[in-house]
Every structure is written in structure tokens, then in C-alpha cells.
């Protein structure tokens, strides 16, 4: 991080005082049709079993078949529209979209495991920006109710989604090396599950 000088004290952005200078923060926030969304706070820890867990077996079954990424790691899908997936999954032939070290097109699968501070974002707007991009697949993961909502683009929209519990093993008819049990992903989180 770069030293900011007492006097320099930016009014602006985020900083953290650290012994005797100031350094700025990395801020964490979205774009969608050019609108800033700041995230309001770090996951809880449900919110990261999940996504660890489906980010497992994706890696476990598709990792000859393309790149699996987590977040934090912006996604351009334009100049106005820059969202950060909890996961991301990009198949060996549309890899070109990686340029400069950034995601830099429309990614392949896209994943985000709900939470309180981001639902209903998660749930329409980000819906609405994937399907107007062609995103093959959205899916979102609920810890709560122990469902994953897999959204499938055909003739460029997205049909209403198959709902899975954790009851259910999870397939794509996009991706044929995905395969995931969804008792393995919620089970992982039921030590932690709020009374």
C-alpha cells in the first residue's frame, strides 16, 4: 500500500490510521448500467461454506474444462457494468475473455450465494444484467433454505429456474462435467446454522 502523508489525508476515501501515516483502502463495490453498489459488509461465514463448497465440486469436476475463480474478482462485462461473482467459471475456449490479468467479456457460469446485505440485488439486478449479457448459466445459492435456483439462457433469456435442494444432485446441460450433490454443500454448513 502507498503511504499517504498526514497532510494528504484524503477526504474521500476510505483510510485506516496505522501507527504514525494513513494508507488508503481497496473499496469493494459493483456497477450495473453505470449505478455504483457499495457492499455493505463482509459475508458470514454460511454465506463462505457455500460458496467454497460449490466452488469445490465445480473445481472437482471442470477443472480440464476451463477456469474456476472466486471472489473478490471483478467481471467486466463493459465499461458500465463491473460485477464481482462469488464464483465464476470460464470454459478453455472462451478464455480470450481474460486480457490484462482481468475478466474482461461474459463469463461462462456465474454464481452468488445470497445474503442478507445483497439479496435482493443478487435476485434482480444482477438476473437482469446476466441475462442481457448472455450469461449461459446464473445460479444462486440460498444457505437459508438450502436451495440453489439454476437460471439457463435459452433464446436469449433466462426460463424460470430449476430449484434444487439439498435433496438434489445439480446438473448442466451447458456444462456436462458439472455434477454436484447439494447435501455435500449444505450439509457443511449446518454446525453453524442460527437458532
Known sequence: MREIDKKEKPADKPIVKEQSGYYETNERYEMIDGIRYD???SPKVAHQIVASEIHLAIRMGCHAD???LSAPMD???DNE???QPDIIFIRNDNLHIIRDGW???IPDLLVEVLSPSTGKHDLFHKKTLYERFGVKEYWI???VYAVVYQYKLEDGSYKPPAAHSDKDTLV???FPCIRIDLADVFKA???FREQ
Do not use: M, T, W
Open 141 to 143: 445459492a440460498d444457505p
Open 39 to 41: 457492499f455493505q459488509a
Open 189 to 191: 454448513i449446518e454446525r
Open 103 to 105: 475478466v474482461k467479456g
Open 81 to 83: 457494468n463491473v460485477v
Open 75 to 77: 467481471v467486466y462485462l
Open 66 to 68: 476451463g477456469l474456476i
Open 172 to 174: 448442466s446441460e451447458h
